[in-house]
């Protein structure tokens, strides 16, 4: 029945890999070249990859084995990104791999690569930092060196002189004949090149220089053109600038600012444009504006704006009312944390079957902001409801807070035991051979942990739980005891708790 049931999860696990594994390949060109991506027990980068390849058909390689240094078991996926903008989009490339997986973690796929960049990365939750790119050149044969050819074109209301009044709008155009128009870019007054993506409305008065260039699939990159006009006032603009006041700074609890506010005056102007802008704070004299305005003084303030542009129509004055108040106190007073455990005890003051740790924190100052328990020997976690342990033994559970002006309290701990060394203390124990969840076989055993109880006693993959991370951390917790009474392996653990996280119990 058991040798079954592997057989069963290897056909599973196959079927998964399948369905993970959905690559572009083509029918009838052969590989060119071979690319070989690696994998280890590091989850923030691949353990090698290449970074140029020529254009054809490639065949990839990738590993991740005990071979290349995988000791764990811990599974990585290859694959190409489809979405973010200034990458090719060509190639549909999804490969996870394990040591333990039917390939032994090594799988090859071919596709076909063009000339330009390709961002690849693991999709696994956690490893997000495992990232890089692949530049392709252009291929030998046919390969195309030509440049794209592109146009620009100035449009707008123009005066006798020449001129385009209130604004000018330029209309960028590529075409290339051989491996296509990749991408297009312009710039402003020699600023800073930008992707061109719709025609460029300049209205800025006085002379301008617009330039463009585009670059194809192949990489070549055309000459740069350029266009020149001047932009003038609009004739008859009788519109006053729009100008708007935006404030910012720490803010207490009734919407006065903290310590000082800063204040951010704009105006746009359609017509002849903005000519000045000014202000005025608290009934003084009106001031040029020029740069953000801070405000430190405690107390009200009543700040006036306003704009006018270069054919002289002036806004109407805009109010902006508010408040600094001072800052309170430096919090240097850590919080104040306790911890309770309840359950149902023996004679011996021991727990029976569960006892809950419940852990509450206060703070009077800046507030609360992290709250930590740690089970046993386990690594610190982050404390949102009480912690049920069911293990039987001896168990030490440390906890302790830091509020937000960084003071922490100092770590405390109390300490229990679950009862239950002697008899049976699951009488209707779960005899299922191996550790299942949520219908996922780990393939770990569910041996008796010592009193009657198996491993999927105490998983309890049954019970209520509020949330789904606390289901994970009571896998944790379980497993981490477990482990330390020598019942399970570290990789047995791990097995366990992935596939507590992988599941929908608690959600």
């Not at 980068?45 to 058909?57: C, E, F, K, L, M």
């Not at 090149?193 to 800025?204: D, E, I, L, R």
């Not at 019970?463 to 289901?471: E, L, N």
Request: one cysteine or more; hydrophobic letters at 35%.
């Amino acid at each position: 029945m058991r040798t079954s049931l592997r057989l069963r999860t290897g056909a599973a696990l196959i079927g998964l890999l399948l369905a993970v594994l959905t690559i572009s390949v083509p029918t009838a060109a052969a590989a060119a070249e071979t690319l070989t991506w690696t994998a280890d027990d590091d989850i923030t980068r691949y353990r090698s990859a290449p970074a140029t390849a020529v254009a054809g058909a490639t065949t990839i390689v990738f590993e991740n084995s005990a071979a290349t240094g995988n000791t764990t078991g811990m599974p990585h996926t290859l694959t190409f990104d489809t979405s973010t903008e200034g990458y090719n989009h060509d190639v549909t490339l999804n490969i996870l791999a394990g040591p333990f997986d039917v390939n032994n973690g090594r799988h090859t796929a071919t596709v076909t690569l063009t000339p330009g960049r390709y961002r690849y990365f693991c999709t696994i939750p956690g490893h997000s930092t495992m990232v890089g790119e692949l530049t392709v050149t252009g291929g030998g044969g046919g390969e195309d060196t030509t440049a794209p050819a592109v146009t620009g074109t100035v449009t707008g209301d123009r005066d006798a002189a020449g001129d385009y009044t209130g604004s000018a709008t330029v209309t960028v155009a590529a075409t290339d004949g051989g491996s296509g128009v990749k991408t297009v870019e312009y710039q402003v007054d020699d600023t800073s090149w930008q992707p061109y993506t719709a025609p460029v409305v300049v209205s800025a008065l006085g002379d301008h220089a617009v330039q463009f260039r585009a670059t194809d699939n192949a990489g070549n990159v055309s000459t740069t053109g350029s266009v020149s006009f001047r932009v003038v006032a609009a004739p008859g603009d009788t519109t006053a600038p729009t100008v708007t006041t935006a404030l910012t700074g720490e803010r207490n609890a009734t919407g006065d600012y903290l310590g000082r506010a800063t204040a951010t005056i704009t105006a746009t102007d359609t017509g002849s444009g903005v000519d000045r802008i000014e202000y005025q704070l608290d009934g003084g004299a009106w001031t040029a504006y020029t740069a953000p305005l801070v405000v430190g003084t405690a107390g009200m303030h009543m700040l006036h704006s306003r704009a006018t542009d270069k054919a002289g129509n002036t806004s109407a004055v805009q109010m902006t009312h508010f408040t600094v108040a001072e800052r309170p106190a430096e919090d240097t007073t850590p919080p104040t944390v306790t911890a309770a455990v309840t359950g149902e005890k023996d004679d011996n003051g021991d727990y029976l079957g569960t006892a809950t740790v419940t852990v509450t924190a206060t703070d009077t100052g800046s507030g609360l902001d992290t709250v930590q328990y740690r089970l046993d020997s386990g690594g610190w976690t982050a404390y949102t409801t009480p912690v049920a342990v069911s293990t039987p033994g001896p168990h030490t559970v440390g906890y302790r807070a830091t509020d937000k002006a960084g003071n922490s309290a100092a770590e405390q701990q109390v300490t229990f035991t679950i009862a239950g060394q002697d008899g049976d203390a699951c009488p209707d124990s779960d005899t299922r051979t191996t550790v299942i969840i949520a219908g996922v076989d780990t393939g770990v055993p569910s041996a008796d942990t010592g009193n009657g109880c198996t491993v999927n006693d105490l998983i309890a993959e049954r019970a209520a739980y509020p949330t789904h991370a606390a289901f994970v951390r009571h896998a944790e917790a379980v497993t981490a005891a477990l482990v330390t009474a020598g019942r399970l392996t570290a990789r047995q653990a791990g097995a366990i708790v992935r596939a507590a996280a992988r599941s929908d119990i608690g959600a």
